[in-house]
């Protein structure tokens, strides 16, 4: 599981950026902390994603991906209720 955090300046591309986030299969955590887990292969394709987008970043803007240990993970609030199955009837 990565978490992949990120400050971008510019409207139209921290939109796109989130869209390609969501795209990977990443779920939103808070407003620009999303949580990954996917494949290793999903994962390259999405590093490399966001290092082309990282060319065009501004002196402000930057991307934080942290790699978890979803064992040593810790989760309150609504985070909890993520993890676990919906059944609907």
Do not use: C, P, W
Not at 6 to 23: G, P
Not at 48 to 74: C, G
């Amino acid at each position: 599981m990565v978490i992949v955090s990120y400050d971008i300046s510019d409207d139209k591309m921290r939109t796109n950026f989130s869209k390609m986030l969501k795209k990977h299969g990443a779920i939103r955590l808070q407003l620009s902390v999303y949580e990954v887990v996917n494949t290793k292969r999903i994962m390259d394709n999405l590093v490399a994603k966001i290092e082309a987008y990282s060319r065009h970043f501004t002196f402000d803007d930057s991307v934080i991906i942290f790699d978890v240990n979803s064992d040593k993970l810790t989760k309150y609030g609504n985070a909890i209720h993520r993890d676990q199955s919906v059944v609907y009837f």
